[in-house]
């Protein structure tokens, strides 16, 4: 079995998608929104190996072209809407054991957050090493406390979390989301945990004009919006 040390780069990127059809090769300022997470992967210097998994040969084949050392096949039954991160993670870690090849650390890059820059991967990666953390999760606060939600169960207005919340901002604990921008994870960790949200978990507090959620057609032209932005280095 040959250790590698840096870490290996999983790209999780399945063909399959409900709400905008193709997303992974989504077309965004001229290449597929996959590329954008290769090529940050790859600039960043950070990583051994750089993965896409897919079950889609059409994506696969994009991997290829935009620089992904392996472009490994998925199975079918990590294929699914149901499917999670976590799963797909696993099984990419044991086929490269099967291969010979151990890493004791990886990242994962969902595609779905094409403005995460090189700097960012080599930040977080240095949080990672530094901190003696088995996780670090790429974090963005919420643009409105979540605490004062509300709901409608009856057809009235009510706080969802109770009248103790429906106070000033300021009052209230900032909370914050994974984005999807980058994970590190220790490999024994995450293989004992089998959870991201594990132990020790260390945040990488990413700015949100380099953070957004792809899931639909308007997600898709607000990226493009913020990407061309940054290519003027007007303020967002």
Not at 130 to 137: I, K, L, P, R, T
Not at 153 to 160: A, I, L, R, S
Not at 203 to 212: A, D, G, H, Q, T
Request: glycine content about 8%; overall charge neutral; proline content about 8%.
């Amino acid at each position: 079995m040959t250790e590698i040390k840096q870490p290996l780069c999983i790209i999780p990127a399945r063909g399959g998608s409900k709400r905008l059809p193709r997303k992974n090769l989504a077309s965004l300022l001229g290449k597929p929104l996959l590329a954008y997470a290769l090529e940050a992967a790859l600039e960043s210097g950070v990583f051994g190996l750089v993965c896409v998994s897919s079950e889609d040969e059409e994506i696969l084949d994009a991997a290829r072209r935009y620089g992904a050392q392996v472009a490994l096949p998925r199975p079918k039954e990590l294929a699914g809407d149901t499917v999670q991160v976590k799963q797909v993670c696993v099984q990419v870690l044991e086929h490269f054991r099967a291969q010979g090849s151990d890493f004791p650390e990886f990242g994962v890059l969902l595609t779905t957050n094409p403005l995460r820059t090189p700097g960012d991967l080599v930040e977080a990666y240095r949080i990672f090493r530094d901190s003696g953390a088995n996780y670090v999760m790429s974090l963005v606060p919420y643009s409105h406390p979540p605490q004062r939600a509300v709901w409608t169960p009856d057809g009235f207005v009510e706080p969802y979390f109770g009248l103790q919340y429906m106070k000033q901002t300021q009052l209230l604990d900032p909370l914050y989301r994974h984005d999807g921008s980058i994970i590190f994870a220790r490999t024994a960790a995450f293989l004992q945990e089998g959870e991201f949200y594990g132990s020790r978990v260390a945040p990488y507090f990413i700015p949100p004009e380099r953070s957004v959620d792809i899931d639909n057609a308007q997600d898709l032209a607000w990226a493009e919006f913020l990407l061309r932005r940054r290519g003027t280095g007007a303020p967002i």
